[in-house]
């Protein structure tokens, strides 16, 4: 721990404090290895209290030192960091590890994790808790009903008005969820998920929904179980093509602010969700910390919940976290000792956008181990946040994912940053690349 100089009064001799205490630095873990770690790492890089940065398993491309380790490598994380005294803290990223209940094994070691526990991750891990409880403490959501058994869910949804929802309980890799146009999809919707197990125990159980119409809006806010802090809104592009077309991906792009949710939405939706939802939380006997992330449908005045995520969205965090102007450390670090209310956390309110560059056939089947060039040619102010690559023999990074990098940067108006994004992205080739056009391309 740095310690601070106090003055001394009274009797006690002044304590002595060495000044390479003062100037420590602590190393870090990072669990993750998207482009969402990426973004995590390069702000974390800016804190002049993080020393070596590790990743488990991280990418060729993040900066950092790979470990070799899964991140559902629950086991091996632990031995690494509690074999590494500096380091100080690790960050569980992603929901699979948090949903396996990594940062509860990493706490009762002793060792400084940031992320919820995997009680509090329930809110993420399984949709009809998360759904019961939001009408349990009366948080809006869409109506709906869960089963547990195919039979009564397929004639449940005979009688439901179309378009309707069907949701996998569990984690899905962001797939599990199917907008049904007719009540025989919802019917096929069900078969897929609960009989044909298309995402194994994650369709146990399903949630049928009713449609919401709107726009989506990604809110995320650091919890430390007691306090939050609201990060600025942004916005995802989930569909593979231009216009909203094409299949669900995890994500193509993403925008922050929204400059559609106003200050009078932010504090109607501060009011009857965020605040309800952190409260209830403690309620629930699993306080929340570490990230929150509401996946919002509004429509008008009306804000409804269509998803927790108990984490950083991936790609909102690669357009968010450039905006931030406090040290993420120190951030993470009062999430964690519970002492949130304390910091007063600095956002620029400039305009930021990033583009993911995908490979050729993404989401469905795609093929890796492609060159990539031109990366290192950005103009100054552009951040390549990485994904799916890998070093190749000659140095060069290789394709190796479905998402392999976005591109980012930050300005004055989105017209300026959109520009610049699209300019230097025409500088990166790989073989198969595809990217939307048109992130962000309505906003002023
Ligand atoms: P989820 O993982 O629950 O956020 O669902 C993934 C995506 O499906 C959301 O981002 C929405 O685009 C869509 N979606 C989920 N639930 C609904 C709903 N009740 N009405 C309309 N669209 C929905
Ligand atoms: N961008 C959506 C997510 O991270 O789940």
Aim: glycine share 12%; charged share 25%.
């Amino acid at each position: 721990m740095t310690e601070k100089i106090k003055p001394q009064i009274g009797k006690n001799p002044p304590r002595i404090v060495k000044v390479e205490q003062l100037c420590e630095k602590h190393d870090v873990l990072i669990v993750g290895g998207g482009g969402r770690e990426h973004a995590i790492a390069y702000k974390l890089r800016m804190s002049d209290k993080v020393g070596d940065i590790y990743a488990a398993p991280g990418n060729a491309g993040m900066g950092v030192i790979q470990t070799g380790i899964s991140a559902t490598d629950l086991d091996g994380i632990i031995d690494f960091v509690a074999t590494h005294d500096n380091i100080r803290m690790t960050i569980v990223a992603p929901d699979d590890p948090l949903g396996m209940g990594l940062v509860d094994k990493l706490s009762a070691k002793g060792l400084r994790a940031f992320g919820p526990t995997r009680a509090a991750a329930k809110l993420e891990w399984s949709k009809a808790y998360a759904k019961d409880f939001m009408r349990r403490y009366g948080i809006p959501t869409a109506e709906y009903a869960t089963f547990t058994d195919a039979a009564q869910a397929k004639e449940y949804v005979t009688r439901c008005k179309t378009p309707v929802v069907i949701k996998a309980d569990g984690l899905a890799l962001g797939k599990g969820v199917v907008i049904c146009d007719t009540n025989a999809d919802a019917q096929n919707a069900v078969d897929e998920i609960m009989n044909d197990k298309k995402f194994g125990a994650a369709g146990n159980c399903v949630v049928v929904e009713e449609f919401l119409k709107g726009y989506e809006v990604s809110l995320l806010a650091f919890c430390d179980g007691e306090h939050y802090k609201l990060m600025p809104t942004s916005c995802d592009h989930k569909r593979a093509l231009d216009g909203d077309k094409g299949l669900n991906t995890g994500g193509m792009g993403a925008y922050s602010p929204c400059p559609i949710f106003g200050a009078e939405l932010m504090e109607k939706t501060e009011k009857t969700v965020v605040a309800p939802t952190v409260e209830a939380m403690k309620k629930e006997g699993a306080p929340f910390k570490g990230v929150l992330y509401f996946g919002l449908m509004v429509d008008g005045d009306d804000v409804k919940v269509l998803e927790y995520n108990a984490r950083f969205g991936d790609p909102e965090t690669q357009s968010v976290l450039p905006l931030l102007e406090s040290d993420l450390y120190e951030i993470f670090g009062a999430c964690i000792d519970g002492t949130l209310d304390t910091l007063d956390i600095g956002w620029s309110d400039k305009r930021s956008i990033n583009v993911v560059l995908a490979s050729g056939g993404y989401p469905a089947s795609y093929k890796k181990g492609f060159d990539i060039s031109g990366a290192n040619d950005v103009e100054e102010g552009v951040n390549v946040f990485y994904a799916g690559v890998k070093s190749g023999d000659n140095g060069a990074l290789k394709t190796d994912g479905g998402r392999v990098l976005c591109v980012q940067t930050v300005a004055d108006d989105f017209k300026t940053a959109r520009d610049r994004v699209y300019r230097n992205i025409e500088k990166i080739s790989f073989d198969g690349c595809f990217y939307r056009k048109d992130i962000g391309n309505k906003l002023a």
